[in-house]
């Protein structure tokens, strides 16, 4: 097979394109991928400062190299989840990319200010997916805030994009489809617009493309996400993608394309301000801020009897 751009010797098949590259051009054909989609869904321009958030998997970590090597002005944030040996390897990989590379990079280490998932999950008896999903977000927000960024880029691909679309429309989530777009503009001045640059490419385009660009990345799922059901939505669309070829792309395209505008909710109140963190909340506090409120509450040692108190719990004089 033929290298669709160099007709040289192709090395990467995409069924789904039903086109081939040589390792060359692929990494060509990717860069332009990333670039045509961050201009056509006017994500941010050169000028913008970009926030990147890098987990250490190949995914970020690839958006990175993109966005830093197209030129645009980037910063990394990694946030340190507390998840044991996972999330140690993946802090080290980040960091082992940025310094490499000479790319600022932010770090929040949720396990020194005692917010580690595992033990919030734990101590709310939440499932361990939805606190780390609320913690992201929160510390999304709150450092894109503090440190003045506009936009924050995330490394969804297609996989993860079609996997929650069909989780939503399983359960006709229509909150969450009205949510469901590569752009969210901001609705309060202290969020940042949240942009999914890699929105088109599936996971094994990023594969490919960390592989040929060298990318040391962590390379086991997060221990949590054993039985996480976006994993079987996965298996599902694998398999149609399988037999049909394009299935995934369809399906998320023309969702944006002829689905997503129904489900815009409009007129929706405007948010509060937090009491607790001063970041946008529905409530007097944030999600987050309740969450780490309970977990601390339960976590904090109930008082103990001092030693002369009255053991019979008698009226003393
Ligand atoms: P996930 O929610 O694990 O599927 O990750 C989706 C995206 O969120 C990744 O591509 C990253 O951009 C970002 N992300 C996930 N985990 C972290 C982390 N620990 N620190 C910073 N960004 C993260
Ligand atoms: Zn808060």
């Avoid at 005692?114 to 939440?126: D, G, K, Q, S």
């Avoid at 960024?149 to 969450?176: I, K």
Wanted: with cysteine.
């Amino acid at each position: 097979m033929k290298c669709k751009r160099c007709g040289g010797k192709a090395r990467v098949q995409l069924r789904h394109h039903n086109a081939a590259f040589c390792q060359p051009c692929f990494v060509f054909f990717f860069q332009r991928q990333v670039q045509r989609t961050i201009e056509h869904e006017h994500m941010f321009t050169l000028e913008d400062r970009i926030l990147v958030a890098v987990s250490g998997g190949k995914d970020s970590l690839a958006l990175w190299d993109v966005l830093a090597t197209l030129g645009y002005q980037t910063t990394g944030l990694h946030l340190s989840l507390g998840i044991g040996d996972y999330s140690r390897d993946s802090a080290e990989k980040t960091k082992a990319f940025a310094e490499a590379r000479g790319l600022a990079l932010l770090t929040v280490d949720l396990e020194e200010s005692a917010l580690a998932i595992p033990v919030l999950a734990r101590a709310t008896r939440r499932p361990a997916c939805a606190t780390c999903g609320l913690s992201k977000r929160h510390h999304f927000d709150a450092v894109a805030a503090q440190n003045d960024f506009r936009v924050v880029a995330t490394g969804h691909n297609l996989d993860d994009e079609a996997a929650r679309l069909l989780g939503n429309v399983m359960r006709w989530q229509r909150g969450y489809l009205s949510k469901q777009k590569p752009v969210l503009e901001p609705n309060h001045p202290k969020f940042a617009r949240k942009v999914r640059p890699l929105f088109r490419l599936t996971e094994y385009e990023t594969a490919v493309y960390a592989f040929l660009r060298k990318i040391e990345y962590v390379v086991e799922e997060c221990p949590n996400a054993e039985g996480a059901s976006q994993l079987v939505y996965k298996d599902a669309l694998n398999r149609i993608e399988a037999v049909m070829p394009g299935s995934k792309l369809g399906f998320v395209q023309e969702f944006l394309k002829s689905a997503q505008p129904l489900f815009e909710q409009e007129d929706l109140p405007p948010p509060e301000t937090c009491s607790t963190c001063g970041m946008p909340s529905w409530g007097v506090t944030c999600s987050y801020c309740g969450l780490t409120a309970r977990a601390t509450a339960t976590l904090s040692p109930q008082p103990t009897p001092s030693p002369d108190a009255n053991p019979e719990g008698e009226e003393t004089r």
